[in-house]
Nanobody, 121 residues
């Protein structure tokens, strides 16, 4: 299984960025996908999930209204569109396959390698 995340970079506050994560080795079209992030010295944080059919999504409180998760099952790719970026959005962003909450924290079947997003003020 491979999850290749891309699209990260250095942007200014207020800018937008779109991340992509392309999966291989899984039946992508039948799996819930998620995005998470981890800033230096902080725990991994839930960002968003999207169901296999794209009909339902959930967002972390800190990104609601600014981030949008979507997917293209024909391309085995999940996206995270990030608008109105803030310095506190700076983190490594990871995509994940099949994220679920266990014992009050998210676990997943597979995690991507991450892509760095840095937002300058």
């Amino acid at each position: 299984v491979q999850l290749q995340a891309s699209g990260g970079g250095l942007v200014q506050a207020g800018d937008s960025l779109k991340l992509s994560c392309t999966a291989s080795g899984i039946t992508f079209g039948s799996r819930t996908m998620g995005w998470f992030r981890q800033a230096p010295g902080k725990e991994r944080e839930f960002v968003a999930t999207i169901t296999w059919d794209g009909f339902s999504s959930n967002y972390g409180d800190s990104v609601k209204g600014r981030f949008t998760v979507s997917r293209d099952n024909a391309k085995n790719t999940v996206y995270l569109e990030m608008n109105s970026l803030k310095p506190e959005d700076t983190a490594v962003y990871y995509c994940a396959v099949g994220p679920v909450i266990k014992f009050s924290r998210y676990v997943a079947d597979y995690w991507g390698q991450g892509t760095q997003v840095t937002v300058s003020s």
